[in-house]
T-cell receptor, first 115, second 114 residues
Framework: AQSVTQLGSHVSVSEGALVLLRCNYS??????LFWYVQYPNQGLQLLLK??????LVKGINGFEAEFKKSETSFHLTKPSAHMSDAAEYFC?????????????FGAGTRLFVKA | DGGITQSPKYLFRKEGQNVTLSCEQN?????MYWYRQDPGQGLRLIYY???????QKGDIAEGYSVSREKKESFPLTVTSAQKNPTAFYLC?????????????FGPGTRLTVL
């Protein structure tokens, strides 16, 4: 069975500092991996996704993530945090066997950005 | 603009009442989903539908019902059988129900039981 673990329910960084949000997954088949962002009282918006090919994936708003199969990780990074990055971030995994309706979401990491 | 709309944004229900949450999409997507979001628990799948007139239970379907009579619409009914319905409900859609397709989300409906 697939699962997703996001390390740290809350992460706090200073404006301009590196953002690192951790995600580890388990999957018995090659996974499809996603990061979504959610602003307060809104729906989720896709930041980036990995399906196949290049393991370093670039997304919107300067975020990127690297798929590391050996570490079963898909950590999200951004070189310099901005106040507007404050939101909740969800890592998700699905696979080709069970389809999109079996997308598993992590519990989320809330990012705080200090001025 | 294409997207997903959910209504109402806030909904208050008395115990014992059924309520229906609306979800409409104009993205021409085949697959649609309903999730429930509780603090610290991520998203949990209630129901999903891959085509019109067909839908399947997700992980927490008890106390909920859906219909898919039109491609664009996937309403969710929260019945009185749902013991703890207070939550944030999210509707989503994807081009198909394939694992590599990202999901597009509506703005959500916050349901509170009084």
């Amino acid at each position: 069975a697939q699962s997703v673990t996001q390390l740290g329910s809350h992460v706090s960084v200073s404006e301009g500092a590196l953002v690192l949000l951790r995600c580890n997954y388990s999957s018995s088949v090659p996974p499809y991996l996603f990061w979504y962002v959610q602003y307060p009282n809104q729906g989720l918006q896709l930041l980036l996704k990995y399906t196949t090919g290049a393991t370093l994936v670039k997304g919107i708003n300067g975020f990127e993530a690297e798929f590391k199969k050996s570490e079963t990780s898909f950590h999200l990074t951004k070189p310099s945090a901005h106040m507007s990055d404050a939101a909740e971030y969800f890592c998700a995994v699905s696979d080709g066997n069970t389809g999109g309706f079996k997308t598993i979401f992590g519990a989320g990491t809330r990012l705080f950005v200090k001025a | 603009d294409g997207g997903i709309t959910q209504s109402p944004k806030y909904l208050f229900r008395k115990e014992g009442q059924n309520v229906t949450l609306s979800c409409e999409q104009n993205l021409n997507h085949d697959a649609m989903y309903w999730y429930r979001q509780d603090p610290g628990q991520g998203l949990r799948l209630i129901y999903y539908s891959q085509i019109v007139n067909d839908f399947q239970k997700g992980d927490i379907a008890e106390g909920y019902s859906v219909s898919r009579e039109k491609k664009e619409s996937f309403p969710l009914t929260v019945t009185s059988a749902q013991k703890n319905p207070t939550a944030f409900y999210l509707c989503a859609s994807s081009i198909e129900g394939q694992g590599y397709n990202e999901q597009f989300f509506g703005p959500g409906t916050r349901l509170t039981v009084l």
